[in-house]
């Protein structure tokens, strides 16, 4: 049997797939250029999609690096509203919380109450706004976890199976880690070009350098004094007029 995230609401009514709107999410999110957008508006936006698309309450993005690699802010936490942003910031400050461990295991997490979890400054902030069911999922960027992504929900919450959920989450991961690589790409390929010129990789220690003056004439080389043709001795001493 499914394990149930939340809690059962009316008999005989199953919550609805949110296969389809989850794909939407995905696609969107795809098709979204990194050329010239606001990284953390994009990826908040994609939180703010996640929560009807899912069915619930709050979604949030913490990541163990920077979205953006020039963003002075150095922004790794990326929510669908304050609240949801406010969980995922004390997990990212405290290195603890469900999403730091799946975001440092890569393992799906279901945590039935967060107002029991820790950090205390987590359980808290959960029970003060309602937001106590969590399902964490990780954000696989190649073959390592760059964060985690955290659905949030409240107790009287209709139920929805959790690993259910947790597949159809997969395609708005995927999306989401080809984003996140995306921006950091652009961000060293600016880098790179913006470097000054001559920075390039020089020769090493061992290697001779390139002789660039092998097709100037010896007698234009600077520092090479013109070498004219050479008399032997004994024939200038023969061509020399004896006037005695």
Known sequence: MAASLWPPGAPGRPAPDPGPALVRVALQAGATSVAHVDVAAMLSGICV????????????????????????????????????????????????????????????????????????????????????????????????????????????????????????LQVVTTALAARIRDVRELARLEQRAAAPRGTGPRPSSGERPPDRTALIPAARRPGVPPAGPRVPAQRRARHRRDDA
């Open 49 to 168: 999609a996640l929560v009807p698309a899912a069915g619930v309450a709050g979604a949030v993005l913490v990541l163990h690096e920077p979205a953006d690699p020039r963003d002075p802010e150095r922004r790794r936490v990326f929510g669908s509203d304050t609240a949801a942003t406010r969980i995922g910031q004390l997990q990212a400050r405290s290195g603890a919380g469900p999403a730091l461990r799946t975001a440092h295991d890569g393992r799906v997490l279901v945590t039935p109450d967060l107002a029991r979890a820790d950090p205390p400054g987590l359980a808290a902030v959960a029970a003060g706004c309602g937001l106590v069911r969590s399902l964490t999922v990780p954000v696989l960027v190649g073959a390592h976890a760059a964060g985690a992504l955290q659905l949030l929900d409240r107790r009287d919450s209709a139920a929805r199976p959790a690993d259910r959920l947790a597949g159809a």
